[in-house]
């Protein structure tokens, strides 16, 4: 199995930063594309960024210039850096990878529970 657990949100004054973890354990062969969601309330969960293998990045119009994606490969683990942040922010925030187990052949998607991220003054 695969267990993929956020931490790091919190509440934060508009303007200031976070950082976002996401620690994947378990059998583990590879992980091959990272992301964040986030989901507010009553909207849709959206992308907003994205690692993949070949340590490409992209991000949502939404957070480009204030956010960034990282991993320490070594850990398992990825991050989402957030500065600037404002009202809009607030949301719960997903990691979600595709990951391939040791011993199969295929990759599974799997998503974290979610970590909550309020921006107010």
């Known amino acids: 199995q695969v267990q993929l657990v956020e931490s790091g949100g919190g509440l934060v004054q508009p303007g200031g930063s976070l950082r976002l973890s996401c620690a994947a354990s378990?059998?583990?062969?590879?992980?091959?594309?990272m992301n964040w969601y986030r989901q507010a309330p009553g909207k849709e969960r959206d992308l907003v960024a994205t690692l993949s293998s070949d340590n490409s990045t992209d991000y949502a119009d939404s957070v480009k210039g204030r956010v960034s994606i990282s991993r320490d490969n070594a850990k398992n683990t990825w991050y989402l850096q957030m500065n600037g942040l404002k009202f809009e922010d607030t949301a719960i925030y997903y990691c979600?990878?595709?990951?391939?187990?040791?011993?199969?052949?295929?990759?599974?998607?799997?998503w974290g529970r979610g970590t909550q991220v309020t921006v107010s003054s």
């Open positions: 378990g059998s583990i062969f590879t992980i091959n594309r």
């Open positions: 979600n990878a595709d990951i391939r187990r040791r011993y199969v052949s295929y990759v599974g998607n799997y």
